[in-house]
T-cell receptor, first 115, second 113 residues
Framework: DTGVSQNPRHKITKRGQNVTFRCDPISEHNRLYWYRQTLGQGPEFLTYFQNEAQLEKSRLLSDRFSAERPKGSFSTLEIQRTEQGDSAMYLC?????????????FGPGTRLTVT | KQEVTQIPAALSVPEGENLVLNCSFTDSAIYNLQWFRQDPGKGLTSLLLIQSSQREQTSGRLNASLDKSSGRSTLYIAASQPGDSATYLCAVMYTGANSKLTFGKGITLSVRP
Protein backbone atom coordinates (compact mmCIF):
# COMPACT_ATOMS: atom_id res chain seq x y z
CA ASP A 1 0.00 0.00 0.00
CA THR A 2 1.83 3.08 -1.25
CA GLY A 3 -0.88 5.62 -0.55
CA VAL A 4 -2.62 8.00 -2.94
CA SER A 5 -0.29 9.47 -5.57
CA GLN A 6 -0.80 12.51 -7.75
CA ASN A 7 1.06 13.78 -10.78
CA PRO A 8 2.40 16.26 -11.53
CA ARG A 9 3.11 17.80 -8.14
CA HIS A 10 3.41 21.27 -9.62
CA LYS A 11 2.12 22.75 -12.86
CA ILE A 12 2.67 26.25 -14.20
CA THR A 13 0.67 27.16 -17.26
CA LYS A 14 -0.36 30.21 -19.19
CA ARG A 15 -3.92 31.43 -19.20
CA GLY A 16 -5.95 29.73 -21.92
CA GLN A 17 -3.96 26.49 -21.95
CA ASN A 18 -5.39 23.08 -21.07
CA VAL A 19 -3.98 21.02 -18.20
CA THR A 20 -4.54 17.46 -17.02
CA PHE A 21 -3.82 15.99 -13.60
CA ARG A 22 -3.66 12.34 -12.64
CA CYS A 23 -4.57 10.59 -9.40
CA ASP A 24 -3.79 6.98 -8.48
CA PRO A 25 -5.85 5.89 -5.47
CA ILE A 26 -4.97 3.27 -2.90
CA SER A 27 -5.55 -0.11 -4.48
CA GLU A 28 -8.92 -1.67 -3.61
CA HIS A 29 -10.40 1.77 -2.81
CA ASN A 30 -13.52 2.02 -4.91
CA ARG A 31 -14.30 5.67 -4.14
CA LEU A 32 -12.23 8.55 -5.46
CA TYR A 33 -12.72 12.25 -4.74
CA TRP A 34 -11.35 15.51 -6.12
CA TYR A 35 -11.12 18.65 -3.98
CA ARG A 36 -9.71 22.12 -4.61
CA GLN A 37 -7.96 24.20 -1.98
CA THR A 38 -7.04 27.87 -2.25
CA LEU A 39 -4.70 29.70 0.10
CA GLY A 40 -6.03 30.03 3.62
CA GLN A 41 -9.13 27.95 2.92
CA GLY A 42 -10.16 24.39 3.59
CA PRO A 43 -10.53 22.00 0.64
CA GLU A 44 -13.78 22.24 -1.32
CA PHE A 45 -15.42 19.23 -2.90
CA LEU A 46 -15.39 19.05 -6.70
CA THR A 47 -16.52 15.58 -7.71
CA TYR A 48 -16.44 11.92 -6.77
CA PHE A 49 -16.47 8.49 -8.38
CA GLN A 50 -17.62 5.12 -7.21
CA ASN A 51 -15.70 2.70 -9.35
CA GLU A 52 -15.91 4.20 -12.85
CA ALA A 53 -19.18 6.06 -12.29
CA GLN A 54 -19.07 9.80 -11.59
CA LEU A 55 -21.83 10.16 -9.01
CA GLU A 56 -21.72 13.81 -8.03
CA LYS A 57 -20.31 17.08 -9.32
CA SER A 58 -20.14 20.32 -7.38
CA ARG A 59 -21.43 23.57 -8.82
CA LEU A 60 -17.77 24.66 -8.54
CA LEU A 61 -17.02 22.34 -11.45
CA SER A 62 -17.69 24.54 -14.44
CA ASP A 63 -18.03 23.26 -18.00
CA ARG A 64 -14.28 23.79 -18.43
CA PHE A 65 -13.59 21.00 -15.94
CA SER A 66 -13.95 17.33 -16.73
CA ALA A 67 -13.01 14.27 -14.73
CA GLU A 68 -12.80 10.64 -15.70
CA ARG A 69 -12.02 7.35 -14.03
CA PRO A 70 -11.73 4.73 -16.75
CA LYS A 71 -11.95 1.14 -15.51
CA GLY A 72 -12.40 2.36 -11.95
CA SER A 73 -8.68 2.71 -11.29
CA PHE A 74 -6.79 6.00 -11.76
CA SER A 75 -8.58 9.27 -12.42
CA THR A 76 -7.78 12.35 -14.47
CA LEU A 77 -8.98 15.91 -13.99
CA GLU A 78 -8.75 18.18 -17.02
CA ILE A 79 -9.16 21.93 -17.03
CA GLN A 80 -9.69 23.55 -20.40
CA ARG A 81 -8.93 27.19 -21.20
CA THR A 82 -7.39 27.82 -17.79
CA GLU A 83 -8.06 31.09 -15.99
CA GLN A 84 -6.07 32.76 -13.22
CA GLY A 85 -8.86 31.90 -10.80
CA ASP A 86 -8.10 28.22 -11.37
CA SER A 87 -4.80 28.62 -9.50
CA ALA A 88 -5.11 26.33 -6.47
CA MET A 89 -4.02 23.04 -4.96
CA TYR A 90 -5.98 20.13 -6.45
CA LEU A 91 -6.29 17.27 -4.00
CA CYS A 92 -7.34 13.70 -4.65
CA UNK A 93 -8.58 11.30 -2.00
CA UNK A 94 -9.79 7.72 -1.95
CA UNK A 95 -11.80 5.56 0.41
CA UNK A 96 -13.12 2.05 0.78
CA UNK A 97 -16.37 2.25 2.75
CA UNK A 98 -16.57 -1.46 3.31
CA UNK A 99 -13.10 -1.51 4.87
CA UNK A 100 -12.76 1.79 6.71
CA UNK A 101 -16.09 3.51 7.24
CA UNK A 102 -15.57 6.15 4.54
CA UNK A 103 -12.28 7.38 5.99
CA UNK A 104 -10.65 9.39 3.22
CA UNK A 105 -6.94 9.25 2.46
CA PHE A 106 -5.44 12.16 0.59
CA GLY A 107 -2.62 12.44 -1.90
CA PRO A 108 0.09 15.14 -1.86
CA GLY A 109 -1.85 17.36 -4.25
CA THR A 110 -1.07 19.11 -7.53
CA ARG A 111 -0.37 22.82 -7.22
CA LEU A 112 -1.55 24.69 -10.30
CA THR A 113 -0.35 28.20 -11.07
CA VAL A 114 -1.96 30.00 -14.00
CA THR A 115 0.04 33.00 -15.20
CA LYS B 1 -26.41 25.47 4.76
CA GLN B 2 -24.09 22.81 6.14
CA GLU B 3 -20.94 24.55 7.35
CA VAL B 4 -17.90 23.79 9.49
CA THR B 5 -16.20 26.51 11.54
CA GLN B 6 -12.81 26.51 13.21
CA ILE B 7 -11.86 29.37 15.52
CA PRO B 8 -9.31 30.83 16.06
CA ALA B 9 -7.56 30.76 12.69
CA ALA B 10 -4.15 30.67 14.33
CA LEU B 11 -2.70 29.68 17.67
CA SER B 12 0.81 29.96 19.16
CA VAL B 13 1.78 28.06 22.29
CA PRO B 14 5.02 27.21 24.14
CA GLU B 15 6.38 23.70 23.90
CA GLY B 16 4.97 21.26 26.43
CA GLU B 17 1.56 22.89 26.73
CA ASN B 18 -1.61 20.82 26.45
CA LEU B 19 -4.01 22.41 23.99
CA VAL B 20 -7.49 22.08 22.55
CA LEU B 21 -8.53 22.86 18.99
CA ASN B 22 -12.22 23.51 18.42
CA CYS B 23 -14.52 22.66 15.53
CA SER B 24 -18.22 23.45 15.22
CA PHE B 25 -20.74 22.27 12.64
CA THR B 26 -24.22 23.46 11.79
CA ASP B 27 -26.16 20.22 11.27
CA SER B 28 -26.19 17.35 13.75
CA ALA B 29 -27.04 14.81 11.02
CA ILE B 30 -23.49 13.70 10.51
CA TYR B 31 -22.07 10.31 9.52
CA ASN B 32 -18.54 10.92 10.80
CA LEU B 33 -15.96 13.61 11.50
CA GLN B 34 -12.27 13.54 10.58
CA TRP B 35 -9.35 15.59 11.84
CA PHE B 36 -6.49 16.16 9.43
CA ARG B 37 -3.04 17.67 9.64
CA GLN B 38 -1.60 19.68 6.75
CA ASP B 39 2.01 20.85 6.53
CA PRO B 40 2.74 23.89 4.32
CA GLY B 41 2.37 23.07 0.64
CA LYS B 42 1.53 19.43 1.35
CA GLY B 43 -1.47 17.15 1.23
CA LEU B 44 -3.65 16.12 4.17
CA THR B 45 -2.76 13.46 6.71
CA SER B 46 -5.67 11.82 8.49
CA LEU B 47 -5.25 11.95 12.27
CA LEU B 48 -8.49 10.62 13.71
CA LEU B 49 -11.94 9.64 12.50
CA ILE B 50 -14.94 9.61 14.85
CA GLN B 51 -18.12 7.84 13.83
CA SER B 52 -21.39 9.56 14.71
CA SER B 53 -22.11 6.84 17.27
CA GLN B 54 -18.81 7.44 19.08
CA ARG B 55 -17.92 10.04 21.69
CA GLU B 56 -14.15 10.07 21.29
CA GLN B 57 -11.10 8.54 19.64
CA THR B 58 -7.48 8.47 20.79
CA SER B 59 -4.19 8.05 18.99
CA GLY B 60 -0.99 8.63 20.91
CA ARG B 61 -0.95 12.20 22.23
CA LEU B 62 -4.12 13.07 20.32
CA ASN B 63 -7.68 12.74 21.54
CA ALA B 64 -10.72 13.82 19.56
CA SER B 65 -14.20 14.16 21.02
CA LEU B 66 -17.58 14.55 19.38
CA ASP B 67 -20.79 16.09 20.73
CA LYS B 68 -23.42 15.94 18.01
CA SER B 69 -26.14 17.60 20.06
CA SER B 70 -24.09 20.76 20.48
CA GLY B 71 -22.46 20.53 17.04
CA ARG B 72 -18.92 20.47 18.39
CA SER B 73 -15.73 18.48 18.19
CA THR B 74 -12.43 19.09 19.92
CA LEU B 75 -8.92 17.86 19.18
CA TYR B 76 -6.80 17.63 22.32
CA ILE B 77 -3.02 17.58 21.88
CA ALA B 78 -1.05 16.59 24.96
CA ALA B 79 2.47 17.83 25.69
CA SER B 80 2.81 19.80 22.45
CA GLN B 81 6.10 19.69 20.52
CA PRO B 82 7.56 21.97 17.82
CA GLY B 83 6.94 19.12 15.35
CA ASP B 84 3.21 19.54 15.96
CA SER B 85 3.35 22.90 14.17
CA ALA B 86 1.00 22.61 11.19
CA THR B 87 -2.54 23.44 10.09
CA TYR B 88 -5.24 21.26 11.60
CA LEU B 89 -8.42 20.80 9.60
CA CYS B 90 -11.76 19.47 10.75
CA ALA B 91 -13.99 17.81 8.14
CA VAL B 92 -17.56 16.57 8.49
CA MET B 93 -19.30 13.93 6.41
CA TYR B 94 -22.96 14.87 6.62
CA THR B 95 -25.58 12.14 6.31
CA GLY B 96 -26.83 11.83 2.77
CA ALA B 97 -23.91 13.85 1.43
CA ASN B 98 -22.66 11.04 -0.81
CA SER B 99 -19.61 10.70 1.44
CA LYS B 100 -18.12 14.08 0.48
CA LEU B 101 -16.38 16.02 3.23
CA THR B 102 -17.17 19.59 4.27
CA PHE B 103 -14.07 21.25 5.68
CA GLY B 104 -13.39 24.09 8.05
CA LYS B 105 -10.72 26.62 7.15
CA GLY B 106 -8.27 25.10 9.59
CA ILE B 107 -6.30 26.27 12.61
CA THR B 108 -2.62 27.05 12.06
CA LEU B 109 -0.72 25.93 15.14
CA SER B 110 2.76 27.12 16.03
CA VAL B 111 4.54 25.45 18.94
CA ARG B 112 7.46 27.58 20.17
CA PRO B 113 10.59 25.77 21.47
Amino acid sequence: DTGVSQNPRHKITKRGQNVTFRCDPISEHNRLYWYRQTLGQGPEFLTYFQNEAQLEKSRLLSDRFSAERPKGSFSTLEIQRTEQGDSAMYLCASSAPRLSSYEQYFGPGTRLTVT
Amino acid sequence: KQEVTQIPAALSVPEGENLVLNCSFTDSAIYNLQWFRQDPGKGLTSLLLIQSSQREQTSGRLNASLDKSSGRSTLYIAASQPGDSATYLCAVMYTGANSKLTFGKGITLSVRP
